[in-house]
């Protein structure tokens, strides 16, 4: 900005007229004539005024690059891995705030101190080695140490040296430092686990072997080596036939074990085989061996000799039918909920941080685009694409929309998983489940999910689900008949031929009940075969493709929700099963968990919240999206919870997680109602999926709130506010 001048500035400005003029050869003559200098005057003024703009350009300028080094610094800060840039002599000159973190101490503390010191005395010859080949050879050095820690124990990291060098030409490393402790104790477990596979393997008395892709022996058990002809070492490396099976049994067993090889399914046989020790019945179970990398890298195979029990086979079959049946359904139920509680967890943060990030791209390459454009304009296209260097084109605009692009595509893969992992709740909790309005739609979809993958490369499927009132049933019971139905019509109509085939699903409403139909084109039931097609243990299957439990347990699930399910099947239109429910009668809902009515309409109160859960995650999540509203104390354990409520109980809301080692939720509930019944009933259970015996039949018992995970968000709060609102004003 320009103010008024003095005579001073005036003298100066004629000074530098008359030069002006001077240099454009202008008499001096004509200079003192009034209109030349008031020429010059006028276009110095010009000039500065030019100046001045460029001038307060280039401030702004300044102003907008420190706050992109603000940003860019906090991002350094708060990275997930630790940076530490050292000097030649192994000094380290600059820490981010997440090294610091890891070793436990200030950043200010570190600076200037060798990092020889950071290290596990074992580990410092290889450190040594690393640094100075990264240094001579200028190529990253990529090793695992363990890395001391104040006033805790080691841990092990992961080091990634590069050499460089500072702008004055001193030779720096900088290292990468990522915390791998969880994956050491994995890898650890994993070796305790094969030394245990293999003792349990060694000893065991059934005959167990390994195949690879090829169908050749890898590894035979001492009880399989004793029933054969061969050695074990003479067994590895050929094939069934090389090794002496019967040209019947390699005739009928390897094309199904090559099936089971490319579909990544089990497959269980009977033969009857010829040892040494004469003839022997077998049952043999097939399971894939899934790598790492997902595709099936060897054959699992293991015998159990029948031969002592052939006399009474019939009914023994239909007994070990049962038992294994039953296995299978109480298993899947134990592995959906497993896998559910264990997957939910970082499922929880991964979707809240997809969630913010897909939020937030948009507006940071937004602000990177306007960033970019004038920092371009005013030092031109060649200076800004050298400050830019190897990254120049991850400014431009069409790559910072795929930024958010891939943003938008991770959180919808991660909201996917979360579909699945609530489908594998609902099969959890079969046994314990509470009869509710269900909707048949949603149970087929949740049996949808888990045979998706073995309908699509047998047939294509169809589904009409129109809209249909609830019926009142269990939700994870009526998915379990239909995850029955879908599985047989997937095996009625075979394997290939998908092009050909087609599985239908129809749901419609009638006279007050729900239909739902699951038909197929598969080969027809003999009609002598249909009066029996629910009787236990009766199946028109293949040996080692059914027990004849699966149409008997519908029936009997459909039964017990007062329904009735039926089969249709003719020659050249193939089989349909149709279930009919009762609709659910109208007015009546599901028992639900008492939550006091909120306070009347006005001004929200400020809560205290107590979260308990073991997970930082977890926590971290919950604080995030509470701590707007409500003061949060967290503690990460039920015995830290009793502990702090033991002085303290002046919460409005107890938000704790049911499964947690030591001393679990439930656990922390039944104390704090000894203790005092009105916390208790401010108790909110959050749940993973998965239950310890018991567990279920208590929180549904103790009429407290269950939210399950991942959290949604809405209902979370929403629950918060009318616990808080409901609870005693502390006086």
Not at 186 to 206: I, K, M, S, V, W
Not at 217 to 236: H, I, M, Q, T
Not at 237 to 266: D, F, H
Not at 486 to 493: G, S
């Amino acid at each position: 900005m320009t103010g008024a001048r003095g005579p001073k500035e005036d003298a100066a400005l004629r000074r530098l007229a008359e030069e002006a003029l001077a240099l454009r050869g202008v008499s001096r003559e004509d200079r003192e004539a009034p209109a030349a200098e008031q020429s010059a005057l006028h276009e110095l003024r010009v000039h500065q005024i030019q100046l001045e703009m460029q001038a307060d350009e280039l401030r702004r300028a300044h102003i907008e690059l420190e706050a992109s080094r603000a940003r860019y610094f906090e991002l350094y800060d708060l990275a997930p891995v630790g940076y530490v840039t050292l000097s030649e002599a192994g000094l380290i000159l600059t820490v981010n705030l997440t090294f610091a973190t890891l070793i436990g101490t200030s950043r200010g503390s570190l600076l200037k101190v060798p990092f020889s010191q950071c290290l596990d005395v074992e580990d410092l010859d290889l450190h040594y080695v690393q640094s100075r080949r990264a240094f001579v050879t200028g190529v990253a050095s990529i090793y695992e140490v363990r890395m001391r820690r104040v006033a805790a124990p080691p841990f092990w990291a992961r080091l990634e040296a590069i050499a460089a060098r500072e702008d004055g030409g001193t030779p720096i490393l900088r290292v990468v430092v990522s915390d791998i402790s969880a994956k050491r104790r994995a890898e650890d477990d994993l070796r305790r686990a094969a030394t245990e596979y293999r003792a349990l393997a060694e000893h065991l008395p059934d005959w167990l072997a390994r195949f690879d892709t090829e169908l050749r022996y890898l590894y035979l058990n001492p009880a399989a080596v004793r029933a054969g002809a061969l050695s074990g070492d003479e067994y590895v490396g050929k094939t069934m036939a090389e090794a002496g099976a019967s040209a019947q049994i390699v005739s009928a067993w390897e094309p199904r074990l090559r099936a089971a090889l490319s579909t990544a399914s089990p497959l269980e046989l009977e033969a009857e085989i010829r040892a040494p020790a004469g003839l022997r019945w077998l049952l043999t179970s097939f399971v894939p061996e899934i790598g790492v990398d997902g595709n099936v890298v060897s054959l699992l195979a293991i015998a159990h000799d029948l031969t002592d029990r052939r006399r009474d086979q019939l009914e023994k079959d239909r007994i070990r039918a049962a038992l294994a049946q039953s296995d299978r359904l109480a298993s899947m139920g134990l592995l959906a909920g497993g896998m559910a509680h264990e997957v939910n967890n970082p499922l929880a943060y991964t979707v809240d941080s997809l969630e913010t990030l897909a939020e937030d791209l948009p507006r940071a390459a937004g602000a990177a685009n306007r960033c970019c454009a004038a920092l371009r304009a005013q030092v031109g296209d060649s200076v800004f694409a050298a400050i830019a260097r190897d990254g120049a084109e991850l400014l431009e605009p069409a790559s910072l929309r795929e930024l958010g692009d891939r943003a938008e595509a991770a959180l919808d893969g991660a909201r996917r998983i979360q579909e699945i992992s609530r489908t594998l709740s609902t099969f959890s909790r079969v046994e314990h489940a509470r009869l509710g309005e269900v909707q048949v739609g949603r149970a087929i979809e949740h049996a949808v999910r888990m045979v998706r993958a073995e309908i699509k490369y047998r047939a294509r499927l169809a589904m009409d689900l129109g809209p249909v009132p609830p019926v009142w049933a269990s939700e994870g019971k009526l998915a379990q008949v239909f995850l029955n139905l879908l599985l047989n019509a997937a095996q009625a109509v075979g394997e290939g031929g998908a092009e050909h085939n087609s599985i239908t699903i129809r749901a419609w409403a009638e006279g007050g009940s729900v239909f739902a139909e699951v038909g197929n084109t598969g080969q027809e039931i003999p009609p002598e075969d249909l009066e029996r097609i629910f009787d236990p243990f009766f199946t028109t299957k293949k040996v080692g493709e059914g027990s004849g439990l699966g149409l008997a347990v519908c029936r009997s699930l459909v039964g017990e929700l007062g329904g009735e399910i039926r089969v249709e099947s003719r020659a050249g239109e193939g089989t349909r099963f149709v279930v009919r429910l009762p609709a659910a009668p109208i007015g009546v809902s599901a028992p639900k968990a008492e939550v006091q009515p909120a306070k009347p309409a006005g001004v929200a109160r400020r809560g205290r919240v107590l979260v308990v859960d073991d997970e930082p995650g977890i926590r971290a999540i919950l604080r995030r999206l509470l701590q707007a509203a409500h003061d949060v104390v967290e503690v990460a354990s039920g015995a830290e919870a009793r502990e702090l409520l033991g002085a303290d109980r002046a919460f409005d809301v107890i938000l704790c997680d049911l499964m947690m080692p030591g001393m679990s939720g439930a656990e922390v509930h039944a104390w704090l109602a000894a203790q005092d019944a009105a916390a208790a009933r401010r108790v909110v259970f959050v749940s993973g999926g998965a239950f310890l015996p018991g567990v279920a039949e208590y929180v549904e018992g103790s009429g407290n709130v269950l939210l399950e995970k991942p959290i949604d968000a809405a209902r979370l709060r929403a629950t918060v506010a009318e616990l808080v609102a409901a609870a005693p004003v502390a006086g």
